[in-house]
């Protein structure tokens, strides 16, 4: 294996604009002469925060020993706030090689890649790396999920990352030294955490792992060009914090969907009629925050709640999880009306508190608007040094 650090350079770059995501792996896109293509993404994850109709995407055609492919182009990246966010997960690990290889990971200052793609047991790890005479089993994870300086991983569940981790633990109380680097695709990031909102039982694991495996975070900066910037930083990982706030507590969005118009008799409220669209609900649970999202979402039980009795006209019902050790239901109900939404009816859900309501409505899926991402990162992606 070659020893020279190498990352093959994208060339014929194309810019389009992103306008929806078919399924997982496939989005379509205008390219800047109008035409529509459908291009495939090599990237799983949500990504919710950085595919908007109209966002730039960085496309390079389709290798030419690949003809099977169905489509034409890949997308390679996305920008944000002027920056190309790297999505290709397939080259990760090249990038990851490159870093350690030409030495821009402080701790695994001097180590060589010894072999990629190792099987052990029923894991496969991206790498095992040389560092002073000593093996290390390496497994990088692609972030791109990051707001307000801090970065998270992941996006979405992932159990085989929970299952990686544990794996990697009991092989370092075997005596294999392990480490798990998460390469973050932007630079200006201060903090890494796992993302506990959206993947608690990961990072749980990252939390139960963290002595015995190395945790180690990179944000690189990707050019306009897709070419790696000289800067590379290693963002803090402030473990308290993290242990702190990855509870079963906190607060929670309900995106309630009506697929009609109707009339709800709403406990003490009354009778009040809810136009078809999408109610967003604000409330807090700070003990058993999952069982109350859970309650939430079933139709069958005792009415107790304002929110019960719309939940039983909805048609569908999700939950979006903020964990916190602090109470932030009234911060959030503000933040939506400073986000623009409108207020629903008067007082609902906010008997015990000086809110004018905890119910906000949106025509459309409140998903699919950049203002309730905005309020998400807000209050998700809190810096851990600043209170609020
Ligand atoms: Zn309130």
Redesign the pocket.
Known sequence: MSRRPRLEPFTDILHARFVARPNRFRVRCALMDGTTVDAFLPNPGRMWELLWPGVILYLVRRPEDRPERKTAYTVVAVEREGHPVFLHTHVTNDVAEYLIESDRIPALHGARIAQREVAVGRSRFDFVVEQDGCAIYLEVKSCTLFGNGVAMFPDAVTDRGRRHLLHLAEMARDGLPTAVLFVIHYPHVDWFMPDYHTDPAFAAALLEVRDTVQVLAAAVEWRSDLTLGPTVKTPAIPWDYIAQECVDRGAYLLDLELAEGTTVAVGELGPIHFERGHYIY?GSAMGGLAARMARHTRKRKKLRWHVDYLRQAATDCTALPIRSSKRI??AL?QALTDAGFALGPKRFG?S????PG?LFYSPEPPLHRTAIHTVLQQFRMAPPDVSR
Not at 352 to 355: E, I
């Open positions: 604000v239901e009234c109900a906010s015990d508190c000086a809110c905890h």
